[in-house]
């Protein structure tokens, strides 16, 4: 389990890394999702990994505290999956208007001359 989190928080990083590089204001919007994503899944993958438990209550356990999972990591991660979407909202506005603005989509504003 440990290691499908972890290649797929590795693709998600690569893949979102590759598209900030990319002239296209878009494809930099695409990234920053799939890194926050990947961001998120990381944090939420400190937590705790399991599958078919509670999230934070283990039964057959002793009542302590060492006995249970951290519910901080949760929800930090519900926290960011709304302030991402927020702000990914925001800026897909602020580059629709920088579009109607400049007549191009890329990052500096001007198109490449071949």
């Not at 438990?53 to 949760?74: M, N, R, S, V």
């Amino acid at each position: 389990m440990e290691v499908v989190v972890s290649i797929a928080i590795g693709v998600m990083a690569g893949a979102g890394i590759y598209l900030v590089l990319r002239p296209r204001t878009f494809q930099v919007l695409i990234g920053l999702s799939l890194l926050s994503y990947a961001v998120n899944l990381f944090i939420f993958s400190v937590g705790s990994l399991s599958i078919g438990k509670e999230p934070i209550y283990k039964p057959g356990l002793p009542t302590d505290l060492a006995h249970y999972a951290d519910p901080l990591p949760q929800s930090l991660v519900l926290t960011a999956i709304v302030i991402g979407f927020a702000t990914t909202a925001l800026f897909l506005v602020v580059l629709l208007a920088l579009r109607g603005l400049s007549g191009s989509d890329h990052v500096d504003g001007r198109e490449e001359r071949a």
